[in-house]
């Protein structure tokens, strides 16, 4: 069965520091991945995307995600994290196998000054 | 170009109430999702609509759960009667047709609902 495992409920850093948000998948036939950002009261944005190429794959606000096949992992990352990044972030998986998304339960990020 | 649009944003009933939401999707996306956000969850789909036709709505609770999306634009959730597990956020989704675009899905604001 398909799912998305995202091990870090919450996540504190310091504003400027690097971040890095865990994502594990389990998918049965080459996945889609995807990083979606959700601010408090808001929708979900889609922050970056993977479907085939190139393993490092850039987003938007800086962000940028690499699927490592091996460990069945698609961590996304940030050089430097900014207060407004802050949010609730969810990893998810679809493919050819399904056609909708499964999704992490997410991680909350807080960003102190 | 206009984003999903969802009303009402917030919605509080009492249990055993019936309540409706609506969702526009973005023009000229085919496909609509209906999503439920549990409290310190990820989204859950209920049901997926390509164009009028419900393709997946295997995850609806159908005894008080239903949907339509008549002419393949807006659609309509509903609940009725309402429980007091249905307290979430329902999320509306829309993506674009054709290959790869069709997995790249955009979402509205949500709707939070609270049920007394």
């Known amino acids: 069965a398909q799912s998305v495992t995202q091990p870090d409920i919450h996540i504190t850093v310091s504003e400027g520091a690097s971040l890095e948000l865990r994502c594990n998948y389990s998918y049965g036939a080459t996945p889609y991945l995807f990083w979606y950002v959700q601010s408090p009261g808001q929708g979900l944005q889609l922050l970056l995307k993977y479907f085939s190429g190139d393993t490092l794959v850039q987003g938007i606000k800086g962000f940028e995600a690499e699927f490592k096949r091996s460990q069945s992992s698609f961590n996304l990352r940030k050089p430097s994290v900014h207060w407004s990044d802050a949010a609730e972030y969810f990893c998810a998986v679809g493919g050819r196998n399904t056609d909708k998304l499964i999704f992490g339960t997410g991680t909350r990020l807080q960003v102190f000054p | ?116």
Do not use: M
């Not at chain 2, 549990?38 to 209920?46: A, D, I």
């Not at chain 2, 329902?90 to 790249?104: I, K, M, N, Q, T």
């Open chain 2, 1 to 116: 170009e206009a984003g999903v649009v969802q009303s009402p944003r917030y919605k509080i009933i009492e249990k055993k109430q019936p309540v409706a939401f609506w969702c526009n999707p973005i023009s000229g996306h085919n496909t609509l999702y209906w999503y439920r956000q549990n409290l310190g969850q990820g989204p859950e789909l209920l049901i997926r609509y390509e164009n009028e036709e419900a393709v997946d709505d295997s995850q609806l609770p159908k005894d008080r759960f239903s949907a339509e999306r008549l002419k393949g634009v807006d659609s309509t959730l509903k609940i009725q009667p309402a429980e007091l597990g249905d307290s979430a956020v329902y999320l509306c989704a829309s993506s674009p047709p054709g290959g790869l675009a069709g997995f790249e899905q955009f979402f509205g604001p949500g709707t939070r609902l609270t049920v007394l």
